[in-house]
């Protein structure tokens, strides 16, 4: 079972990042968004990164347009209606992931393989919003999308092992590292990494100086330090994936720190908003000032 069209619906962070690995791979794609805002958004970063990448002298203008090329944009589910497979990528609320299953279970074909990117809730319930609750898996990209090679593919209860396995196939032709595992919370990859920056954020909480929490891990060999990272990640969803996995393995290590919750609280949530536990120059950008 080969996917020839995929559509990714949700195109933040995740979701544009999604849907420039797919083109990357010579996948045609469909993008869809709620709004014309927040389509045009998601165009643009996906403009910007392959754009950056040509001034990097990684990809040529020629490249860059075919891969654009391959991607369309709608704010229409209609415009999935024949896609093989599609990816949700949509913010973690549980009422919004149905709401869009339920979308995509009335205007997908019978046979199409729908995936959710989430990384902290449960694909079985997700699943659970649909009238086929064995076409849907789990497929879990890492921040940055374009550069992380993990993919972690999860298997419902009931998901159809065939689709698993052609999701596998998919992500592993892409140029990724598919790990295919089991609906647990956090998975396997937040399970553990979180169990170290959980703790990052409570010792930032209790007086240590940022800079020294991520200048000590940076230099045993991490290509970033812990809250400099979750700024990355994004706070808002450090803290669902961190209530998330401490709901399950009732760990101390996985409790939120309270220093989480306040700054996404204010609004402050990591490099997207311009601000985390560091203040960068502007939304969306990795300088810190
Ligand atoms: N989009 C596309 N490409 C990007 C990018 C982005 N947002 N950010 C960086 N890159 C590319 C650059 O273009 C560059 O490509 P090149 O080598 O082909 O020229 C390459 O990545 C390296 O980038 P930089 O030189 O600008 O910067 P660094 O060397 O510092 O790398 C980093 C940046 C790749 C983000 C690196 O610091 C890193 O690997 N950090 C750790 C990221 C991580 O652990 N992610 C997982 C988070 S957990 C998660 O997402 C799960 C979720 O469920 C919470």
């Excluded at 040529?60 to 949700?88: K, M, N, P, W, Y």
């Excluded at 879990?140 to 689709?163: C, D, G, Q, T």
């Excluded at 101390?252 to 990591?270: F, M, N, Q, T, Y």
Aim: one cysteine or more; proline letters at 4%; a negative charge.
């Amino acid at each position: 079972m080969g996917f020839g069209k995929v559509g990714v619906v949700g195109l933040g962070t995740m979701g544009a990042g999604i849907a420039e690995v797919l083109a990357r791979g010579g996948v045609e794609t469909v993008g869809v968004e709620i709004n014309d805002a927040a389509l045009e958004r998601g165009r643009s970063g996906i403009e910007g990164s392959t754009t950056r990448a040509v001034t990097r002298g990684k990809l040529t203008e020629e490249a860059r347009d075919q891969i654009l090329g391959r991607i369309t944009f709608s704010t229409d589910f209609g415009a999935l209606a024949d896609c093989d497979l599609v990816i949700e990528a949509v913010p973690e609320l549980i009422a919004l992931k149905a709401k869009v299953f339920a979308q995509l279970d009335e205007v997908c074909r019978p046979d199409a393989v729908l995936a959710t990117n989430t990384s902290s809730l449960s694909v079985t319930e997700i699943a659970a919003a649909t009238s086929r609750p064995e076409s849907i898996v789990g497929v879990h990209f890492f921040n940055p999308a374009p550069v992380m090679k993990l993919v972690e593919v999860i298997h419902s209860e009931r998901s159809r092992p065939e689709f698993v396995a052609a999701v596998t196939e998919l992500v592993g032709d892409l140029g990724k590292v598919p790990v295919t595992i089991g609906d647990r919370a956090g998975f396997v990859a937040n399970r553990l990494l979180f169990g170290l920056l959980g703790p990052a954020a409570q010792l930032a909480e209790t007086g240590v100086a940022k800079e020294d929490i991520d200048a000590s891990l940076k230099a045993i060999g991490l290509p970033m330090g812990p809250l400099t990272l979750m700024d990355l990640i994004g706070l808002d969803t450090c803290l669902e994936v961190l209530e998330a996995v401490h709901a399950d393995s009732g760990s101390p290590r996985h409790e939120p720190a309270g220093i989480l919750r306040k700054l996404v609280d204010e609004g402050s949530v990591g490099r997207k908003s311009g601000g985390g536990f560091y203040t960068y120059d502007r939304a969306g950008s990795g300088t810190v000032v």
